[in-house]
């Protein structure tokens, strides 16, 4: 062991730009951006939709820029894994998701799998448990992980259902923002807490404005609001919460950076922006902030 600590690696989701994918690549690029994480789900980058060929141009491009590819997002949606009686198109969806992934040069899909439940023995974690742990599988046998983001439970709580799986497959992509924003869990006991799962990271801030139940935020399958509450999912302008530029929100950036250092995380840390007027500006500055840290 040398001792030298390598710089952070900074990575930004191209879709935050909201420009395309290729604009957004060249964006990356210039605000000096190392690597980005992109949307794989529909439109050009779906895997239906990608040739071999158009993935090894889409490869070759990428590396042009002298960018990596983080993770690509495998997000579907429709309260993830929860509902039983779609998850086998869901999986296999997944897995071609992975499969593109692995192709272009990334071992990491970062997915949402829908509210953990409480209750180990309901029919919605059977669910849930069965869906990840057959991806699980097929991402251990690629050297490739799904990484859950951080947010609709506690770290704990999903230690908990992370625990359970034959293998770490199914793993974590740590969203400190979601964390401070949804459950008020703490961000830097939460990289300690799930220290053997982190495989990527989201750099996003915001502030909790109320307690809120996650469920009005995430959704959760046969789940309804009552009649005096109200969807809370609006990050620039509802009650719940707020996203904001890196540094104005209530991620601790200086022990939660020292807590991944601590723990041995040497991945991206992914800017994601989800709401402003002005993207390019927001994300420019975050990569700013971020390598003024390291």
């Avoid at 999912?233 to 509802?238: F, L, P, V």
Wanted: proline fraction near 3%; hydrophobic fraction near 40%; aromatic fraction near 8%.
């Amino acid at each position: 062991m040398s001792g030298i600590i390598e710089p952070w690696k900074i990575g930004v989701i191209v879709d935050s730009f909201r420009v395309g994918v290729r604009e957004g690549l060249v964006k990356a690029r210039n605000i000096g951006a190392d690597g980005v994480q992109i949307y794989a789900v529909t439109g050009e980058m779906d895997p239906a939709n990608l040739s071999s060929t158009a993935r090894k141009e889409w490869k070759s491009y990428i590396e042009s820029l002298g960018l990596q590819i983080s993770a690509l997002v495998g997000d579907l949606g429709g309260h993830g894994f929860q509902d039983k009686t779609v998850n086998a198109a869901k999986i296999e969806k997944s897995k071609r998701i992975l499969d593109l992934a692995v192709e272009l040069g990334t071992n990491v899909v970062t997915t949402h799998i829908g509210i953990v439940p409480n209750d180990k023995n309901s029919e919605v974690y059977e669910s849930m448990h069965l869906a990840c742990d057959e991806l699980s599988k097929y991402a251990s046998s690629m050297n490739a992980f799904f990484a859950i983001e951080t947010g609709p439970e506690t770290a704990a709580h999903l230690k908990g259902f992370l625990d359970g799986l034959s293998s770490k497959g199914v793993s974590v992509n740590f969203d400190p923002a979601n964390m401070v924003m949804v459950t008020g869990d703490d961000p830097v006991q939460g990289v300690h807490t799930l220290k053997d799962y982190i495989v990527h990271t989201h750099a996003k801030d915001g502030i909790r404005l109320r307690e809120v139940d996650p469920r009005l935020i995430y959704g959760a399958l046969g789940f309804e609001p009552m009649d005096h509450e109200k969807i809370a999912s609006d990050a620039e302008s509802g009650d719940a919460f707020r996203e904001v530029p890196l540094g104005e929100g209530g991620v601790d950036w200086g022990n939660y950076l020292k807590a991944l250092r601590d723990i041995g995380y040497n991945g991206y840390l992914t800017i994601e922006r989800e709401v402003g007027t002005n993207p390019e500006v927001d994300i420019a500055a975050a990569v700013q902030f971020l390598k003024a840290r390291n």
